[in-house]
């Protein structure tokens, strides 16, 4: 006996919902497990009725599809959610999946592609259409970009911070001089490169040598 996918239906449209559901019912593989109008009612019926597959739109009252889909990533791991959204934008691609979508789909998106999501998701993996993957890729790449700039400007900021003496000693510490070899190149003694290095790790908020060096390459 073939082993069907439970599906919870959830968007608060209820023309939407209908659609879906006649459109879905009749296949083999999919037993439609029931349907819910907004964010609260999808964790209700979730809990209830332990749909193998979520298919949920983004833009809900009382809890957003994101917010859902979060919760079912963090309490039911044996469900998996699948964001169908009118919404063809990156920041919404990117935020689902930063929150556990398994996958997105656009309302546009044809019947057999949509079974061809459920199935796959419902088998552990991850699906998006080309389009959105390319949308999504794009985005978090925008997002590491974004952040290491961030880094950088904190880790400059930083390194600024420093009396000139500082940088000087820094600079040397990052070619990988010891005290001693510092202190004969700046004619100090090996004390006071000892105190400004400690000065340095303090002002760094980093804990050793190698953490200053990683400060002040980026």
């Known amino acids: ?25 009749e296949e083999e593989n999919i037993e439609i497990a029931g349907e819910a109008s907004d964010g609260t009612e999808a964790l209700e019926g979730i809990k209830e009725l332990k749909p193998d ?10 809890m957003t599809g994101l917010e859902v889909t979060r919760i079912i990533s963090q309490k039911y791991p044996t469900v998996k959610p699948l964001v169908f959204s009118m919404h063809n934008n ?9 929150n556990g979508a398994m996958g997105y789909l ?14 796959t998701v419902a088998g552990g993996q ?12 794009d985005g978090l790449m925008n997002e590491r970009r974004n952040s290491a700039s961030a880094i950088r400007k904190e880790a400059s900021a930083i390194v ?14 990052v070619e990988g001089l010891s005290s001693q070899e ?6 100090l003694s090996v004390r006071t490169v000892s105190n400004h290095r400690a000065n340095i ?7 050793n040598t190698a953490e200053l060096v990683r400060l002040a390459v980026e």
């Open 1 to 25: 006996m073939l082993n069907k996918i439970k599906l919870l239906v959830v968007d608060d449209h209820a023309i939407v919902r209908r659609g879906i559901i006649n459109l879905l019912e």
């Open 106 to 119: 656009l309302k546009d998106t044809s019947k057999e592609e949509i079974l061809k999501a459920i199935s």
């Open 126 to 137: 991850k699906y998006f259409p080309p389009t959105v993957s390319a949308m999504i890729i």
């Open 182 to 187: 510092i202190s004969e190149k700046l004619n």
């Open 201 to 207: 790790l303090r002002k760094t908020h980093v804990r």
């Open 53 to 62: 597959v979520v298919l949920l739109d983004l833009s809900m009252p009382k």
């Open 160 to 173: 600024d911070s420093l009396s000139k003496q500082e940088k000087v000693i820094l600079s040397y510490i």
């Open 90 to 98: 990156q920041e919404y691609m990117v935020s689902a999946v930063e």
